[in-house]
């Protein structure tokens, strides 16, 4: 099985936990393919079994350019889209918190709930992006039997 993580990240946060994912994936025996957004040739979806879309809150819980065009780009929602974000609540509590993340995963229908990391996942968040990036195994699995 095929994932493809696509993600966007100005500091790192972001790509700090895409990197966890796919080495999660891998370890789980899965082909893995990271993208960065806005950077380099853009990844053709349809060869992948699943997408996985991560991205930084920017504004007051908006979502940053190169994320939208990056989902205008691919032209239609695929079935099996899994979400997950990076945030800081100090930007405007739970509610704001990793909001692109969960307009994200509205506007794909997902039935997997989005993965909100505060900040950097290293330390005691390292263990919930795991259990996360299983579950989702699990879920697209349970779909796909
Ligand atoms: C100007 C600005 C606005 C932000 N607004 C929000 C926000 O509304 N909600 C949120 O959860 N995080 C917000 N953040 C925090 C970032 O999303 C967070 O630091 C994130 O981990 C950055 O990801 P990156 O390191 O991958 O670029 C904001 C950060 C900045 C600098």
Redesign the pocket.
């Known amino acids: 099985m095929s994932f493809l993580i696509a993600?966007?990240?100005?500091?790192?946060?972001?790509?700090?936990?895409a990197d966890l994912i796919a080495e999660t994936l891998i370890a789980e025996g899965m082909e893995v393919t990271t993208y960065r957004i806005g950077g380099g040739v853009m990844p053709t979806l349809h060869q992948f079994d699943a997408m996985i879309i991560g991205s930084?809150?920017?504004?007051?819980?908006?979502t940053p350019d190169e994320v939208k065009n990056f989902v205008a780009d691919i032209g239609y929602k695929p079935d099996s889209v899994y979400v997950f974000?990076?945030?800081?609540?100090?930007?405007?509590g739970d509610i704001?918190?990793?909001?692109?993340a969960v307009k994200l995963a509205r506007f794909y229908g997902s039935t997997y709930d989005p993965l909100?990391?505060?900040?950097?996942p290293r330390g005691k968040q390292q263990k919930i992006v795991i259990e996360w990036s299983k579950g989702v195994l699990k879920h697209w699995k349970h779909l796909h039997e």
Do not use: M, P
């Open positions: 993600y966007a990240s100005l500091s790192g946060n972001t790509k700090e936990v930084f809150t920017w504004g007051k819980g908006e974000g990076t945030g800081d609540t100090q930007f405007g704001l918190f990793c909001h692109a909100r990391i505060e900040q950097s």
